[in-house]
């Protein structure tokens, strides 16, 4: 079939119904010659897509196994060595995982060259510059919890909704089918991940561009504190660049935690995040180096911040990508189809 035969079919799918289908074929269109229009398409489609009727596992958690050792750090492994018990036991043992190399170099760089590009866009078009001229590095997402005020407020914390650049989330979904991750988040959760919109994010943390109080220090936070603790989530945090040395990272209690943290207390700044003394009282504070195309896996119960020390000048490129089960997830989260 000729290209627009295909798309017509790829739409003709949707329409009845079997948008996965669509989006299956549209993507595959894609890959041969990109499309901005397909790549905003894509998004709408994700958006609007009926949400999967619930199927939770039998049992949650899952068994997990002892397979490291308590360290100061988190449990490690390799990208290519990266297996649905590893992932179980990093989680639900230790708090997290970290995997090395997850993304090859070539995917590191056209990830970072999107978010530079989605940060022009989404700037130019906060300075009045209109979406048409924008796209597809940018586009306002149509969701009545995302507003100007939002899109502000994640900007000047170094981050650029990965929804709102079509071609970026593109190229985030293709690295992470082709990673194994996608996999992965669907084995661990129990059932096929949605993507929650409003915490899929790119970021890029410009150390000029914030200020650090050396007394005071950064809050930590559990996302569990304002997305609820009655969930399922996967956290898949991927390092575009170095990270914890010259460039901010993440600062991690690595050890498991069922609940969460008193918050609004012990010096914390705002209502759900907690306290950097109290944090330190909860367990030892780790900062793992990352090489760029590493990940940390974790759920919504990790106690963790923003790594910024005052030596730190390097810019910081990240991925922030959250998938939740779909039988738990929080609709303010704005769950959309994976």
């Not at 299956?24 to 010659?33: C, D, M, V, Y």
């Not at 996967?234 to 170095?242: G, K």
Request: contains cysteine; negative net charge.
């Amino acid at each position: 079939m000729s290209r627009p035969t295909d798309i017509a079919s790829a739409e003709q799918l949707a329409s009845e119904g079997n948008v996965a289908e669509a989006i299956a074929r549209l993507s595959a269109i894609n890959r041969t010659q990109r499309d901005p229009a397909i790549e905003t398409r894509l998004v709408a489609l994700r958006r609007d897509a009926p949400k999967p009727a619930p199927n939770p596992p039998r049992r949650w958690p899952p068994r997990a196994r002892k397979r490291f050792r308590v360290g100061d750090g988190p449990p490690e492994v390799r990208g290519a060595q990266l297996y649905l018990r590893d992932v179980q036991s990093g989680i639900l043992r230790h708090g997290s995982l970290l995997v090395r190399g997850l993304l090859s170099p070539a995917r590191v760089t056209q990830l970072v060259e999107h978010i530079d590009r989605a940060f022009d866009g989404y700037d130019a078009f906060a300075r009045g510059t209109p979406a048409s001229e924008t796209a597809p590095s940018f586009v306002p997402y149509e969701a009545p919890t995302i507003d100007e005020t939002q899109r502000t407020w994640i900007r000047n914390g170094g981050g650029v909704l990965a929804v709102e650049s079509p071609s970026a989330l593109f190229d985030v979904i293709e690295a992470f089918d082709d990673s194994g991750i996608s996999a992965i988040a669907r084995e661990y959760l129990g059932e096929p991940p949605m993507i929650l919109a409003s915490k899929w994010t790119l970021r890029r943390i410009r150390p000029s561009e914030h200020t650090f109080d050396p007394d005071a220090g950064l809050d930590f936070h559990q996302d569990g504190s304002f997305m609820g603790t009655d969930i399922r989530t996967l956290n898949v945090w991927v390092a575009l660049s170095h990270c914890g040395l010259d460039a901010p990272g993440l600062d991690i209690v690595p050890r498991r935690l069922e609940h969460v943290v008193r918050t609004g207390s012990d010096g914390a700044g705002m209502d759900w995040t907690v306290g950097p003394s109290l944090a330190r009282q909860v367990g030892p504070i780790a900062t793992p180096i990352f090489a760029p195309g590493d990940a940390l896996l974790f759920d919504h119960l990790m106690l963790h911040r923003t790594g910024l020390r005052p030596q730190m000048t390097a810019d910081r490129y990240a991925i922030e990508a959250w998938f939740a089960a779909p039988s738990t997830y929080a609709d303010a989260q704005l769950a959309i189809t994976y």
